[in-house]
Nanobody, 128 residues
Framework: QVKLVESGGDSVQAGGSLRLSCTVSGNTYSTYYMAWFRQAGGNEREGVAAISDDGDTHYAESVKGRFTISQDNTQSIFYLQMDNLKPEDTALYYC??????????????????????WGQGTQVAVSS
């Protein structure tokens, strides 16, 4: 079993920064995709950023240039650095993991249905 625990959510003013962390434990594998998703109110859960085991990154258009996904050397902690935050970034942020070996041609890194392991979420609130 794999456990994901998010931390770092907070309330900030527009233009501020936050760094979210996701700590991964349990029976993990060397081949993976890790991603951050967010969900606000009754909206659909949307993919924000994803990173593969070999360092490929993917971002939603709405966060490109502002958010950065990264991982530590042990590949057991993943981060989402969020800069120049906007009120529309307010949401519950989740990290997610997938350990299937899928052809890059078929992989959809920001699609929620690609991920089988989820954390409980950490709240981010951005005020104007």
């Amino acid at each position: 079993q794999v456990k994901l625990v998010e931390s770092g959510g907070d309330s900030v003013q527009a233009g501020g920064s936050l760094r979210l962390s996701c700590t991964v434990s349990g029976n993990t594998y060397s081949t993976y995709y890790m991603a951050w998703f967010r969900q606000a109110g009754g909206n659909e859960r949307e993919g924000v950023a994803a990173i593969s085991d070999d360092g490929d990154t993917h971002y939603a258009e709405s966060v490109k240039g502002r958010f950065t996904i990264s991982q530590d050397n042990t590949q057991s902690i993943f981060y989402l650095q969020m800069d120049n935050l906007k009120p529309e970034d307010t949401a519950l942020y989740y990290c997610a993991a997938d350990y299937r070996e899928i052809s890059p041609v078929l992989r959809k890194p920001l699609n929620r249905w690609e991920y089988h392991y989820w954390g409980q979420g950490t709240q981010v609130a951005v005020s104007s």
